[in-house]
């Protein structure tokens, strides 16, 4: 009897055991994941705290599970995800800093919406050896004049912009003739306009750039500007300006006519949106950089992201937005594959080799690390062009172009590619 | 040819909006020199208070043309307000310091103050087109331009005027130039100093507040709208001369009219005509074109 109440009670013991070390095991460390974006200045507003956003929630659910497939594990295989978030804000050389800080408190960093920044922060990465997943910036050079191994870059790169509203606009204005442009006088936009510019002029032979205005960063008065634009008799004017420069060009300008006048591309004005929403006026041809915000496809996982972020934030998630969980997404995607049917967690090399070239589904449909020797993204992209229906802003006559149509070909450099006549 | 009237025009309104905000920066630099950094916050403060109060009002479904009175309420508010706190809370503390270190004293509450905006009105920008659309347009060598611009020359006109017969024409002005000239003396003959220091500060930030204020409509009001001020009016009253009210709206109508030419025929090089004016100057003249004599003192 004795014998058997032993037994009985080390068989308890060892249910209980069973059940209390459960959870202890599966309470490992989560995993760090060092978020960083513009939390502070200019770009805060339009991009850095929409990613933050974004990154939270994505985060929040994850951990709860309640993102939809093919993402239902728990966190990344089943470990739950904290974030580290620090401010981008500060110029490059402070965040290369700031990066060298962060390295030794996460596991994976996911950042940067400077074009400025990534290409300071990808060669510091590769040498802490610290795998850093690039979400926003657009500069193609990244991957086109450098090769790593421990940067990857999850958002398509700046040059599908541009090629696809020229695609655009062409298609539907076959006889314009002449264009001009007003970009922001550093990287960003002087690449966009460069690439735009290439585009216009490869697809159509012969035509005419009337002028190219470049006001400083963050002038947000474009007085002058806007008279030189209209005075020239440009057909179109393209502008990739973002955030306060860009409302200042709409609210200045459409007063004046520059939207009557002309047929306005803006290239990167998705995020403006929801800031002016008709204010814009109709006609004008918009992009997301990439299939984001009213361009994503009907899914499951668009459909999440949109309600999520909207219930929580009472507004809707813009590109930056996007491309923050599509980061975060992706590097899951690959986490999980690089794990497999095994327990154990895998190791960065691993996780490394699982994210080249792999293909994942981001709320912004299908992303393939096609470029860059496996580490940097192509996606489909989308144009429309604005409409007021019922006092809200819609974006109406969408085109979709197929990744391999605006994207140059692995091994080729996107300038090159725009000027040798955008073959696939 | 055609284009000569829209440059020259284009040229007026920005340095109408120059002036607006270079004038406090050099009437503050004229009587206290103090290089004040926070005028650029006191510039973003003017603008976002113009919004709420603004947005306010035209929430309200009161009369829009209201809202223009909202904006001087605004300026009057903030230069009031915030000048005060910082003349008497801190900068009264550090007067007879080094110029430079009353630089990094006024620069640390640039900082401070740009975070302040962001917590009390966060990052997003806010927009108040309302006023900008509200006198209509009217035509100028073919081209539409808005009568917002007629409005901000105007104002920049009657600022200026009546900054010059203050200071010239009546007593408070005088002694003003008194306490410019000589400190000390001023002190020993009975003016109270203290109190035309903060006064002058009052002024200046109410000038800046002003500037912020009524180019709030023109423009999206985002954080760091302060930063892109302080260099630009920096730089207009370096080249007219630090101190010197004349000196900032020759500047102003300078740099204006410069960088209107070169967007029209050399758009590149926007960036860096406003430098190319003050570089000019500056080797012609080292200390601008209307820098006040000074006395050696021993």
Known sequence: ?424 | MNALLPIAFDGVAYASWLFLVSAGLTLIYGVMRILNVAHGSLYALGAYAACSLAGAWLANQLPAAGSFAMLLLASVLVGCIAGTLLERGLLQWMYGRDEVVLVLITYAVFLIMEDVIKVIWGVDSLLLPEPYALPGSFSLGGLPYPVYNLLLIGLALVTGLALAWVLNRTRQGKMLLAVIHDREMSMAVGINVSRVYLATFVVGATLAALGGAFTAPTVAVTPGIGVEVIVLAFAVVVIGGLGSLGGAALGALLVGLVRSATVHYWPEAELFSIYAVMAIVLIARPKGLFAAQEARKI
């Open chain 1, 1 to 424: 009897m004795k014998q058997r109440s032993t037994f009985v009670l080390s068989g308890l013991m060892t249910l209980l055991a069973i059940v209390f070390s459960a959870p202890a095991s599966l309470a490992q460390q989560p995993i760090k994941v060092g978020i960083v974006t513009l939390l502070s200045g200019p770009a805060a507003g339009p991009f850095g705290v929409p990613a933050r956003n974004a990154a939270e929630l994505t985060a929040e659910m994850l951990n709860a599970g309640t993102v939809p497939a093919p993402y239902t594990q728990k966190g990344f295989g089943g470990t739950p995800i904290e974030l580290v978030v620090i401010d981008e804000a500060g110029g490059p050389q402070k965040q290369v800093a700031e990066f060298r800080n962060l390295v030794p408190r996460v596991d994976i960093v996911i950042g940067y919406i400077s074009s400025g920044d990534c290409l300071a922060i990808a060669p510091v990465a590769e040498e802490l050896k610290k795998l850093t997943v690039l979400f926003d910036c657009g500069t193609p050079r990244i991957f086109e004049d450098a090769s790593y191994k421990y940067v990857f870059r999850t958002g398509p790169t700046g040059t599908m912009d541009n090629v696809s509203v020229a695609l655009y606009l062409l298609e539907r204005n076959p006889n314009v003739k002449s264009f001009a442009g007003i970009n922001q006088n550093y990287a960003w936009g002087q690449d966009s306009w460069a690439d735009f510019e290439n585009a216009m002029k490869t697809l159509k032979p012969g035509i005419e750039v009337k002028t190219s205005q470049m006001p400083k960063l963050f002038a947000g008065q474009f007085g002058a500007e806007i008279t030189a634009l209209l005075g020239s008799g440009a057909d179109v004017v393209h502008s990739s300006m973002w955030g306060g420069d860009l409302e200042g060009l709409v609210l200045q300008g459409a007063p004046r006519g520059l939207f009557e006048k002309h047929k306005v591309i803006l290239s990167a004005g998705e995020p403006a949106i929801n800031r002016l929403g008709t204010r814009i006026p109709d006609g004008t041809i918009l992009g997301a950089r990439g299939p984001f915000g009213p361009f994503a496809p009907d899914t499951e996982l668009s459909k999440w992201l949109k309600s999520g972020y909207q219930d929580r934030y009472q507004v809707p998630p813009n590109y930056a937005s996007f491309k923050m969980a599509q980061a975060i997404l992706g590097v899951k995607a690959a986490y999980e594959k690089a794990k497999g049917a095994g327990n154990d967690a895998p190791d960065q090399e691993k996780i490394i080799a699982a994210l080249e070239n792999l293909t994942f589904e981001g709320p912004g449909g299908t992303v393939k690390m096609a470029l860059g020797k496996g580490h940097q993204a192509i996606m489909d992209n989308a144009v429309g062009t604005t409409k007021s229906e019922g006092g809200q802003l819609r974006m109406v006559d969408i085109v979709r172009y197929p990744a391999d149509r605006v994207n140059p070909p692995e091994g080729m450099k996107s300038e090159a590619w725009i000027k040798s006549g955008l073959k696939k």
